[in-house]
């Protein structure tokens, strides 16, 4: 049982590079999440994903879309980055309704140059 | 919109003394849950406590125990007996209760760094 699990932890992309960050988890969780990690900001909510087929901006989406591929797989793409996108990037998964722990993955450490 | 705040940047601890992390949070919801989950220099991030607010009893987790005061809207997290380990990141998290069938969002705030010493 490998819980959440997150593809590359390290990138390096120049300016206008395009990537996607790829995360799956194993627990049949409905829900997955994308947040960003900056110093002094803690973690923020980039997009989110209730169940399976459905998506939904969180609190800073502009420069991501996202695509839940299946039940397991919710991936992040940058389009075109920019250094502002430099960010520790965590998926996470919960099960439906208010309350419920959120599961975290390892985290992607992104830096753009 | 909620808002978290932690006021304490930085602290440090003694192993095996107590220490408290301090939360206050902003909402105008009647009910909700609120976490605080430790981030070690892994990277990961592990919960550590939850806390319904529609139940007045504070949450207990071994050596880990929350203040819950809903009128003031503090969330405090004590660490008992401290120990190495307990060295981390921790982020206090509120969470709004929603019908079931939809996602549960978190809001964080910025976290305090805990450093025990020996």
Redesign the interface.
Known sequence: NAGVTQTPKFQVLKTGQSMTLQCAQDMNHNSMYWYRQDPGMGLRLIYYSASEGTTDKGEVPNGYNVSRLNKREFSLRLESAAPSQTSVYFCASSELGGGNEQYFGPGTRLTVT | AQT?TQSQ?EMSVQEAETVTLSCTYDTSESNY?L?WYKQPP????I?VI?Q?AYKQQNATENRFSVNFQKAAKSFSLKISDSQLGDTAMY?CAF?????????????????TRLQVTL
């Open positions: 978290v940047p849950y976490f892994s990277r990961q991030m919960l939850r319904e982020f969470m709004k209760h929603l019908v079931s069938g939809t996602a549960s969002k978190l809001t964080f705030g910025t976290g």
